[in-house]
């Protein structure tokens, strides 16, 4: 049977899921629930020394994108503080304390940090993302995602923190900022045991074209471009885990956005994770959607014959090349006419015209016009079309 445990960066899991830094972990009703439904670990709601602006649950959600959060409460040291110790005592989960120093205050770092340590936490979480709190110059006041886009400013808070404390120190970076790669070297360099790749980006939510452009956040017809998660980020997180299993092998790597089911954690661990971190389709699906990451887990490690996650992990970043390098072979689509219902959807793809109308009101290629740039696979609701090499039709 596979053993889905895990030890990302001195980090023991049980499994590899835990919930994202979110109002799924700011209470231990929910905590408990996640516990309940499979999750190895969470980190905590992001704990700030200090928070200098109100902020409520003020969301734009859309379903094929995901959240825009315009604002959030955070949870003050002693809300974390009590939030740790009970977590620990009523639960077994591995809890990371996500959290920010007060800006322009170095020092503050390392003295949170230790306190939550002292709490129960087992790893501290650098909050270097944030897209929407006050920032500036570290000499100053920085953070979120500002000070996530500095290295240097990076390197000087991780080695802060790691000075404070004993546990595993995990910095959760900005991808927005372009030097992702090169924070997550500074930071390694300063001590950093556990790398976390957040692809959301500062986005905009709907607006209400009818009257004006106004934000339709709920309550609000004015917001801030908020950070934004889902569905939308999966790719571009496949991306960073690559760069950053390149970069930092040795480190240990946490990723995932937009995570919403068992086959996204295994494409994930493919691209170089040890663990992932899963939040808005959980926020949307609920906390029962845990179990079907694990027991799918379990089931296709069991079926592919993976015993550990580790066999299966970077594998396909055996498969990336530099641009120049793809090796491209002459192939075709082809239509499995048992399976084709006849919609006609692939009949639209604007710059083909390979494919024609077939027998029993199924369609069919023509392999001659077939560039095989396989953009019908994805428009195909029935799975009915596959890529073939060319020399396969011509033996059929």
């Known amino acids: 049977m596979a053993d889905l445990s895990v030890n990302c960066g001195g980090l023991k899991l ?4 835990i919930i994202a830094s979110s109002p799924l972990t700011a209470k231990l009703s929910l905590l408990k629930e996640a516990e ?31 959240v ?59 909050n ?31 080695g802060e923190v790691k000075k404070a404390v004993q546990i595993p120190v995990a910095v959760k970076l900005s991808t927005e900022s372009g030097t992702a790669v090169k924070v ?7 001590g950093a045991d556990i790398i976390n790749i957040h692809a959301g980006y500062r986005s905009a939510p709907g607006i209400d074209i009818y009257h004006g452009g ?14 934004c998660t889902g569905p939308w980020s999966r790719r571009f997180s496949h991306r960073f885990l690559a760069d950053i299993a390149a970069a930092v092998p040795e480190a240990g790597l946490m990723g995932g956005s937009g995570i919403s089911d068992w086959s996204h954690i295994v494409e994930a661990i493919m691209f170089g994770a ?45 498969y990336v090349v530099k641009p120049g390098q793809m090796v491209y072979k002459e192939v075709a689509a082809a239509i499995d006419e048992t399976r084709c219902s006849g919609c006609g959807l692939c009949t639209r793809i604007a710059h083909c015209n390979a494919i024609k109308t077939g027998r029993k009101g199924t369609y069919e290629v023509n392999p001659e016009k077939c560039i095989g740039c396989g953009f019908c696979l994805g428009v195909c609701p029935k799975k009915a079309i596959r890529i073939m090499n060319r020399c396969e039709e011509e033996d059929e």
């Open 274 to 318: 040890e663990s992932i971190q899963i939040c808005t389709a959980v926020m949307e699906q609920g906390f029962g959607l845990l179990d079907g990451c694990v027991n799918g887990l379990k089931r296709f490690m069991d079926e592919q014959g993976y015993k550990r996650l580790e066999d299966m992990r970077g594998l396909a970043l055996n």
């Open 214 to 227: 106004r934000f339709l956040y709920p309550g609000s017809e004015y917001g801030n471009f908020g950070g």
């Open 68 to 126: 825009t959060v315009s604002g959030d409460p955070r949870l003050n040291p002693d809300e974390a503080l009590d939030l740790i110790r009970k977590t620990k005592e009523e639960t077994s989960l591995a809890v990371l304390a996500n959290m920010s120093g007060t800006p322009g205050k170095l020092e503050s770092w390392g003295e949170l940090a230790r306190n939550l340590e002292q709490a129960g936490a087992d790893a501290i979480e650098l």
């Open 36 to 66: 309940e439904h499979g999750a190895a670990g969470a980190a905590i709601k992001h704990t700030m020394m200090s928070q200098r602006f109100e902020a409520r649950p003020r969301w734009f959600y859309d379903r094929k994108i995901g």
């Open 184 to 190: 997550a070297l500074s930071c390694r360099e300063a």
């Open 14 to 17: 049980k499994n590899p899921i």
């Open 128 to 158: 270097f993302n944030c897209p929407n709190l006050l920032s500036a110059d570290i000499k100053t006041s920085v953070s979120g995602a500002n000070l996530g886009a500095d290295p240097e400013a990076c390197k000087i808070v991780t």
